[in-house]
């Protein structure tokens, strides 16, 4: 079997929604200090839908392919939602990736939770600070890379 699934080398050659938003109502950014890659999500919401979502990344194909399959799945949808997207469910609509890809897709999930954040935090909307709670990416890279 490839290593990477055909939906990964598409969402990676020709990546969705690259960019970013002028007067974006909410932006994210995450990192990985160990491989350096590095998350930007931007999102346009108007009466708590999801209008438009554009991200930059600058990391590996699959951080790639997860940002571009990530925006696909919220676009249009409600901000609740959004704030439900899961890397599994990132991972699953990729058809899969290497398992020690996995934590590539936990940046795309992380860059829009941060945006959401941001966006609550912009328009004063009361939230959980539970639900943004941060993986540790030292931990998560230490155990996929056995670093
Ligand atoms: Fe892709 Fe770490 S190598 S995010």
Redesign the pocket.
């Known amino acids: 079997m490839a290593l990477y699934s055909d939906k990964v080398m598409d969402h990676f050659m020709n990546p969705r929604n690259v960019g970013y938003i002028e007067n974006a109502d909410g932006i994210g950014e995450i990192g990985?200090a160990?491989?350096g890659?590095i998350m930007k999500i931007y999102l346009k919401i108007e009466n708590d839908v999801i209008v438009d979502a554009k991200f930059e990344t600058f990391?590996?194909g699959?951080?790639i392919a997860s940002s571009s399959m990530a925006t696909e799945m919220i676009i249009g949808k409600p901000v609740s939602e959004a704030l439900e997207l899961t890397n599994k469910a990132v991972v699953e609509a990729l058809d899969g990736l290497p398992a020690h890809?996995v934590?590539?897709s936990v940046?795309a999930e992380e860059a829009i939770k941060n945006a959401l954040k941001d966006y609550f935090d912009r328009n004063g909307i009361p939230y959980d600070p539970e639900q943004f709670k941060e993986t540790d990416h030292d931990e998560l890279?230490a155990q996929v890379h056995g670093e």
């Open positions: 990985n160990k491989c890659d990391g590996c699959s951080a890809k934590h590539c940046l890279h």
